[in-house]
């Protein structure tokens, strides 16, 4: 159990769980438990970084890159939402095998962040990016702890990303929801939810954290009040999307039109909160469903399938689908207010790429 492991994980070297707690295991085959698993990933580096420093004194004393991560790790996860901190965990865990003990904080130069990414993520522009970043809060931490003057993440270019443009048409909804309300056992199981997640992602352009962490608290005859997670820190905005017949409908049908006194608005079959990645898998088995049911329909007819209906659809166009569409209808301001930004060149980042000028052609002259 404490040799090399067989498959990959999230957690740090020689840590490893066993009977609901975190255990370490030293180089002579010794568990030292650090903490129960209930207590959060945060409090596992909390403590293994406590134990590292009363372990190895000396070892610590040397600003090597690892110290740095679990220093990091130690003041600042814990301040992250839940899934970002699990993604930061995997990402830190992956950066700990490139720049491990030898590498010290101030040895390490723009090129070898350049080189860590063109090595690992030269073909995947996104992953790049996201690594860059997190590589720039190491170390503009090491900063501010007087460990180096300059952040070597900072002078490296990041990678071009293409701009996403899909968009997500009438049909392609209209076929998404079809597909959910098909289930043979739609009234009786968490597809109802899984639908108005859809619903509501599209009526209210809000985001998919939001929209799952959505209470009956939060719903009232006025409308639904919702304080976007991205910007509580930085605009802080509040929005209270106006109730109408068709978002009554939607609320209605989270849970069979009664409307609960407390709890999650989007939930499971048997009441509890919808996670992300469960919801993230209903809506790509409705995508999948949706696009069987049409090829089917294709094939009976001899017809053949457009490759690109129903295909590369992710949860998020249905708020970039939600935006353009206010905008075609309202306006920009309209598309703005909806969508919480501060800025209208924000909207613009969802709604331009997916906007189809219509335009008029030049008339022929007509021969007299």
Known sequence: ?????????????????????????????KWHKLCRNAEGIARLYECLAAFTRAADASARAVNTMPALIDDWMQKELAKL???????????????????????????????????????????????????????????????????????????????????????ITDEEL??????????????????????????????????????????WQDVSDEGISFHPSKTVNSSGVRLLVE?????????????????????????????GRFTYIGAYSGWRRACQRARKVYEEDCCSRGVVPDPMFLIGLHFHDLRAKALTDQKRLYGADAAQALAGHTTAQMTAHYTKAREVERVRPVPMKQAS
């Open 174 to 215: 209209a076929a998404i929801r079809a597909a959910v309300m098909a289930r043979a056992d739609y009234k009786t199981s968490s597809a109802r939810s899984v639908l108005c997640l859809v619903d509501l992602a599209y009526q209210t352009a809000q985001r998919i954290g939001d929209l799952l962490a959505l209470n």
């Open 81 to 167: 939402a839940p899934r970002t901190q699990q993604n930061y965990v995997k990402m830190l865990t992956f950066i700990r095998t490139e720049f491990d003990s030898q590498w010290h904080i101030e040895d390490v130069r723009p090129v070898d962040v350049a080189r860590f990414l063109d090595k690992h993520f030269y073909d995947k522009p996104n992953t790049s990016n996201k690594h860059k970043a997190l590589l720039s809060l190491l170390f503009a931490h090491a900063i501010r702890k007087g460990l180096r003057d300059l952040n070597p993440a900072r002078e490296v270019r990041g990678a071009r990303e293409k701009k996403r443009d899909r968009y």
């Open 243 to 271: 109730m109408t017949a068709d978002l009554r409908l939607t609320i209605d049908t989270a849970r069979g039109g009664k409307v609960m006194g407390i709890g999650p608005v989007i939930c499971t079959h048997k009441g």
């Open 1 to 29: 159990m404490s040799g090399r492991r067989k498959k990959s994980s999230h957690l740090p070297a020689r840590v490893y769980e066993k009977h609901g707690s975190w255990w370490f295991v030293d180089r002579d085959h």
